[in-house]
């Protein structure tokens, strides 16, 4: 039997989320770096012209760029089987998806790039295992570690902020740590698509370069676990007394991930609001933007308060591609679950993500997200 390939690299933060879904979901594949002649030559053309990490040719050789597009995928095919069907449940499941896509980046990038003592080595491997071999490959690799390091001041980590993104991560490491004691996933002893979202920035940096590593197995012993968990193929869940493999009956939403989503929204919900203004501008200067140009993905700077403290950080409408899903799901419920959202949204510090959008939508077209 032929094997899906993924292309991507340990490092590489967006392909964990792939990947654990792939594991997860017992989908035969191997995983290569983006470097091979066939990559180059035959996969990045059906991947919209844009080389990126992660791309799926599945074995029937359908290319499929993007993480969330590739779970989209797969879900399709398996009946939606990691999409909670309750109303509370599916809401939450698709904002931690948002969160653990783009709401983590700056801790992501603060903790990878502004500790060379303790990463630079290993991330010089990786760096220079996804460039193409020959001369020069060495020196390639260190400008493109130099090119990342510049990027992730894009998203506010620099010097004068280190404190307060240093601050609040103690803190998110404390609220993941007490509801992974609790509960091995989110909403039970079965992994949703707001695991495999979560996964992403706690794999790819935070649960696997030395110093953030180090970190969380010292304080948070219950969330290392959890990324352990995430990348193996059965639940792995041997230490707790739920061993059914289900989500948490009656649509139950419990108070570890409430105080946990509170935590997060102090950072999230003005980082949003924050990046649809910056956003929204730049489209109201686009003059008759034609559909189906694509969704770059950065067009400015948010800027925001945060405890005292002033983040500029890159405005990405791909935060909204796919807040844009929490919405659309909320719009379908009745009006008796839409009340009860709502309230748990607001209990949660986290109502603003239902009413804050883009003056265009952003919809998908040949493995690019495109304005709609």
């Not at 032929?2 to 792939?18: D, F, M, Q, V």
């Not at 180059?40 to 791309?55: D, K, L, N």
């Not at 791909?318 to 799901?329: G, K, N």
Request: aromatic share 10%.
């Amino acid at each position: 039997m032929s094997n899906a390939t993924l292309y991507g690299i340990p490092i590489s933060l967006y392909t964990g989320r792939a990947r654990s879904y792939l594991i997860k979901s017992g989908v035969a594949y191997k995983e290569v770096s983006p470097i091979m002649e066939h990559y180059i030559r035959e996969v990045v053309p059906q991947a919209g012209g844009r080389a990126g990490m992660p791309t799926l040719e599945t074995a029937e050789g359908t290319v499929i760029r993007d993480g969330a597009a590739i779970i989209d995928h797969y879900e399709t095919l398996s009946g939606n089987t990691y999409s909670p069907l309750t109303p509370k449940q599916n809401i939450l499941s698709r904002l931690f998806d948002v969160i653990g896509a783009e709401g983590l980046l700056r801790p992501a990038m603060h903790y990878r790039w502004d500790f060379p003592e303790e990463n630079l080595n290993l991330l010089r491997f990786h760096f220079q295992s996804a460039i193409p071999r020959g001369p020069g490959r060495e020196e390639k690799a260190n400008r493109a570690t130099d090119r990342m390091r510049a990027a992730g001041q894009s998203f506010g980590a620099v010097a004068e902020n280190f404190r307060v993104i240093e601050t609040l991560y103690s803190e998110w490491l404390d609220a993941l740590n007490a509801h992974f004691s609790a509960y091995p996933y989110l909403f039970g002893s079965k992994p949703s698509i707001g695991d495999f979202g979560m996964i992403a920035p706690l794999y790819g940096h935070l649960g696997r370069d030395p110093k953030p590593l180090s970190m969380m197995q010292a304080q948070a012993v219950q969330l290392y676990r959890w990324v352990e968990r995430m990348n193996r193929p059965e639940l792995d869940i041997g230490e707790f007394e739920d061993q059914s493999g289900e989500y948490l009956s009656d649509d139950e939403v419990p108070d570890t991930l409430i105080t946990l989503l509170k935590q997060i929204s102090i950072d999230f919900i003005p980082e949003t609001v924050a990046a649809a203004k910056c956003i929204n501008e730049w489209l109201d200067e686009q003059e008759a933007l034609p559909t189906g140009t694509e969704a770059i993905r950065g067009v400015g700077l948010g800027t925001f308060e945060l405890r005292g403290a002033q983040i500029n950080a890159f405005a990405q409408p791909y935060r909204f591609y796919l807040l844009q899903r929490v919405q659309d799901i909320f719009e379908s419920l009745d009006n008796a679950d839409q009340a009860d959202v709502l309230e748990l949204l607001e209990t949660c510090h986290m109502e603003k993500v239902l009413t804050t959008k883009l003056n265009r939508q952003i919809g998908r077209e040949n493995n690019l997200e495109v304005w709609l």
